[in-house]
């Protein structure tokens, strides 16, 4: 039962308590074949989605977003935001993050936008109102681009679904910055990145609602945060903040968090999640909880997972894509509005190389890098020129 109802501007809020059930509907299906959208000139290396934007890596490694614009979290000024959709100022179509930096990899979450250059700093563009911008401060949000403060380096960043930010530096380490559980001993608001408690070398991290997992040199998984649906994988429903062992007995490559639970591709490729039953993707329905991994999609072998607040979308080494979780906006890209316990293929046909689920829409990289997007478009956050939602695969448009 999803009781409760809020309008999309409120998508945070109603991420928070699961209350997806007014998210507006897509419309009628389209057509299965993916070959008959209009070819898009940006070739993305990678694309991740938030609450209602997304943003993407070029192959010249430029950053660009589109989607809501409410804290400036596509990388431009509010006022310069190209359109106005249903709640807030938005892109109906990619638009370049301003500052001229060159970045490898971002990641979009609620409000706020992080990304790694090229030259290995990271930097954060959008609301700052608890320090996701981890610039020492809760100053106004930033519509352009700003470097974390402490002068590290960095492999990987991870904007989480609630308001924490962590990423793994060149050496290894972890550090989380924002509200939350920063994985340090206490929870709370930091406004510069703290390093994670432990001597742990760091592979890979992801980062949920209130949780976060990550995955040592060892491809060991370690996880830290709130746990009432066993989103820790440590047997338990004891929140901890520190990291414990999650997971054991089995080996990483790869791990995500979303909102209650936690996914993780192996070293044999197989997958297995964790916590909230709902984006498990092990057929058990809505929101019970799985304390122990259970294995995803059977004998499927996987390239990459990801989660968002109530969904799961994965890749296997074959290039074929497939979401699970609530579908009410035809987030699951399989032309229904179904919720789907078990993960379904995309429609369209499309070679995937990923896929990042966000709230009620998803986006993905298909081989040749263009990017396609499905689901919940009340903001432009399809990017397809549009405030439609659509229930299978749109290209993104050109800028």
């Not at 930091?190 to 997992?213: A, E, M, Y």
């Not at 998984?221 to 820790?232: D, K, M, V």
């Not at 046909?349 to 263009?370: N, Q, T």
């Amino acid at each position: 039962m999803r009781p409760c109802k809020l309008p999309v501007a409120a998508l945070l809020l109603t991420a928070l308590v699961g209350c997806r059930n007014d998210v507006p509907s897509a419309t009628e299906p389209e057509p299965t074949s993916a070959a008959a959208s209009t070819a898009v000139p940006l070739s993305f290396i990678q694309i991740s989605s938030g609450a209602d934007h997304a943003c993407g890596v070029a192959s010249d490694s430029r950053a660009w977003c589109w989607g809501g614009n409410q804290y400036g979290q596509l990388g431009i000024p509010i006022g310069n935001s190209p359109h106005q959709c249903s709640s807030q100022p938005c892109a109906l179509r990619p638009v370049a993050v301003s500052g001229g930096l060159r970045f490898r990899q971002v990641d979009a979450a609620g409000t706020v936008t992080c990304g790694v250059t090229t030259g290995d700093e990271v930097f954060c563009w959008g609301d700052n109102s608890v320090g996701q911008l981890g610039i020492g401060s809760t100053q106004a949000s930033s519509t352009t681009p700003l470097e974390v403060a402490g002068g590290r380096t960095y492999r990987l960043v991870k904007a989480g679904t609630g308001n924490l930010v962590c990423a793994i530096t060149m050496v290894r380490e972890a550090y989380c910055w924002g509200s939350g559980y920063i994985g340090n001993g206490a929870r709370g608001i930091r406004r510069s990145p703290i390093k994670v408690t432990g001597t742990q070398q760091w592979l890979d991290l992801g980062v949920g609602t209130n949780h976060t997992c990550a995955i040592t040199t060892a491809n060991l998984a370690w996880c830290w945060g709130f746990n009432s649906r066993g989103q820790l994988g440590d047997g338990t429903t004891t929140t901890s903040t520190t990291p414990v062992r999650a997971a054991q007995g089995f080996t990483f490559t790869h791990i995500d968090a979303g909102s209650e639970t936690s996914c993780g591709v192996l070293t044999d490729a197989r997958a297995v999640c964790w916590g909230s039953s709902t984006a498990t993707g092990d057929g058990r329905g809505e929101g019970r909880k799985t304390l122990t991994p259970a294995v995803l999609g059977g004998t499927r072998k996987w390239s990459n997972v990801a989660l968002s607040y109530l969904d799961g979308c994965g890749v296997t080494l074959a290039r074929a894509g497939f979401c699970w979780g609530i579908g009410v906006a035809g987030e699951l890209g399989n032309g229904s509005t179904a919720d789907r316990y078990s993960p379904v293929r995309v429609a369209g046909g499309l070679d995937f190389l990923s896929i990042s689920p966000g709230f009620a829409f998803s986006c993905g990289v298909a081989e040749g890098g263009k990017g396609w997007c499905w689901g919940d478009g009340s903001n432009g956050q399809l990017g397809d020129g549009s405030e439609v939602g659509k229930l299978t695969p749109v290209a993104v448009a050109a800028p």
